[in-house]
């Protein structure tokens, strides 16, 4: 089964940048997905980003693309979300999630790390 482990998240002023990781294991890494969702209280959850680590393939939101940057290190089993010139706005608690053998953008998971919040202060 896959696991994921989502870890990176915290406090950080407006324009800040932030790292986040989602450690993976349980299934072959390069037949993964792997998406980033956020989910802002009172909000719908919104897909962030997109990976398939095993060609590269990647999608980032219109509503942070030019600012979050997704990344895998294979050797590692992990995705990173690069965030950069954070806004109010991005405070959410951010998931990671996994699909084997799909496509980006990937819209709904059976497979959900723990989730790490992320906090921009202005």
């Known amino acids: 089964e896959v696991q994921l482990q989502a870890s990176g998240g915290g406090l950080v002023r407006t324009g800040g940048s932030l790292r986040l990781s989602c450690a993976v294991s349980?299934?072959?890494?390069?037949?993964?997905?792997i998406g980033w969702f956020r989910q802002a209280p009172g909000k719908e959850r919104e897909g962030v980003s997109c990976?398939?680590?095993?060609?590269?393939?990647?999608y980032v939101a219109d509503s942070v693309k030019g600012r979050f940057t997704v990344s895998s290190d294979n050797a590692k089993n992990t995705v990173y979300l690069q965030m950069a010139r954070l806004k109010p706005e991005d405070t959410a608690v951010y998931y990671c999630?996994?699909?084997?053998?799909?496509?980006?953008?990937?819209?709904?998971?059976?497979?959900w790390g723990q989730g790490t919040q992320v906090t921009v202060s202005s």
């Open positions: 990976i398939r680590p095993g060609d590269g393939e990647t």
């Open positions: 349980g299934f072959t890494f390069g037949d993964l997905v």
């Open positions: 999630a996994a699909d084997p053998f799909s496509n980006c953008p990937l819209w709904e998971s059976d497979y």
